[in-house]
């Protein structure tokens, strides 16, 4: 099983990126996906994430509005758009799926000017 996160980089505050998340190894279309996020000196945070069945998306408080989960079944991929970016989004952001326990390596988001 691998996840593999590309995307991330520095970035201006008001920026956008868009991170994505290659997966390999297990039945893609059939689990729920999430993006995490952790901080400097804080705890991992769920940023979004796709329900089990794939189709219901849910947001942190702190990135509605900003941030879309979307999902390409037929390329195993999971990606997060990221908008109107802040500071505050500095963090390294994984990919993760719940019900296996399998997490990517991570790729660094810097938003800073």
């Known amino acids: 099983v691998q996840l593999v996160e590309s995307g991330g980089g520095l970035v201006q505050p008001g920026g956008s990126l868009r991170l994505s998340c290659a997966a390999s190894g297990f039945t893609f279309s059939s689990y729920g996906m999430t993006w995490y996020r952790q901080a400097p000196g804080k705890e991992r945070e769920r940023v979004a994430g796709f329900n089990s069945v794939g189709s219901t998306t849910t947001y942190a408080d702190s990135v509605k509005g900003r941030f879309t989960i979307s999902r390409d079944n037929a390329k195993n991929t999971v990606y997060l758009q990221m908008t109107s970016l802040k500071p505050e989004d500095t963090a390294v952001y994984y990919c993760?799926?719940?019900?296996?326990?399998?997490w990517g390596q991570g790729t660094q988001v810097t938003v800073s000017s």
């Open positions: 993760h799926v719940p019900s296996r326990g399998f």
